[in-house]
């Protein structure tokens, strides 16, 4: 299993989108690993900002990975795309990624986020039936990790004080 600490790595330059590869068009796609997350930073013709795809491979000079599905509305290459990745675990479905945040020690010692109880990667979901409308907080992946780390995703379910 592989996961990072970061819920957001802004990955340098632009590319271009086409079918299920990205393609390094100012940029090295360095800082992207098979098993990440890749978005768009922003509307881009028919690309929207949001989920584009989970890393399958990367080719040995960084300038090209190749997502297990093609994107939506990359039939035609889309090209000048910023994309950033996420760190989170690979065995975290990420249709719904969004629900998953990296917490650190801080953050979770705050009285009002005791709602987990370990800092490290959170699945938050909201319940239904008699449940309904309370927050469910399910630590995923325990990690020890200070403030600062992980970034600031996350602040509206889990504010720094």
Do not use: C
């Not at 086409?18 to 978005?39: E, K």
């Not at 600062?148 to 379910?157: W, Y």
């Amino acid at each position: 299993m592989s996961w990072g600490n970061k819920e957001v790595v802004t990955v340098a330059g632009t590319f271009t989108v086409s079918g299920s590869q990205i393609i390094g068009a100012t940029g090295a796609l360095s800082a992207v690993n098979p098993g990440n997350s890749v978005y768009s930073t922003g509307a881009t013709g028919p690309l929207s900002a949001g989920f584009l795809g989970v890393v399958k491979t990367k080719n040995e000079h960084n300038s090209i990975v190749t997502l297990h599905e093609p994107v939506a509305g990359a039939t035609a290459p889309v090209s000048g795309v910023g994309i950033f990745v996420s760190q989170i675990p690979t065995f975290v479905d990420p249709t719904k990624a969004n629900s998953v945040f990296f917490v650190d020690t801080t953050e979770m010692g705050v009285a009002a986020n005791k709602k987990g109880q370990h800092a490290g990667w959170v699945q938050v979901k909201t319940g239904s039936g008699g449940r309904a409308g309370r927050k469910i907080v399910e630590t995923l992946v325990a990690m020890g990790v200070p403030q600062s780390t992980s970034g600031d995703r996350e602040d509206t379910e889990f504010p720094d004080s």
